[in-house]
């Protein structure tokens, strides 16, 4: 079984950068991909970004190409995802997610965590 949680996050201004990172632990996790998800409010939860295992592949919405990188250090089982040149429209909460598939569809999660609010002011 796979546990992850957040942290980081916060209010940031608009062309601002942030961090969040995602602490995963389970006997499982190199079987998974790690990656991000977002919902905004009254929106549904989408993909952001993914990485595999051993980090040589890396997965993005066209949204966040070119701003966003996602990393990981498997000694420290930790993902991070960088945030560049935010917009407000990239406010939402960010859920941690460990991924069993490539569709990047939310029925292949299985495990979230609880999420941390990025808020980008303008």
């Known amino acids: 079984q796979v546990q992850v949680e957040e942290s980081g996050g916060g209010l940031v201004q608009a062309g601002g950068s942030l961090r969040v990172s995602c602490a995963a632990s389970g006997r499982t996790l190199s079987w998974y991909k790690m990656g991000w998800f977002r919902q905004a409010p009254g929106k549904e939860r989408d993909f952001v970004a993914a990485?595999?295992?051993?980090?040589?592949?890396?997965w993005y919405a066209d949204s966040v190409k070119g701003r966003f990188t996602i990393s990981r250090d498997n000694a420290k089982n930790t993902v991070y995802l960088q945030m560049n040149t935010l917009k407000p429209e990239d406010t939402a909460v960010y859920y941690c997610a460990a991924i069993r598939g490539s569709s990047w569809s939310v029925r292949e999660v299985v495990a979230w965590g609880q999420g941390t609010q990025v808020t980008v002011s303008s």
């Open positions: 990485i595999s295992w051993s980090g040589s592949s890396t």
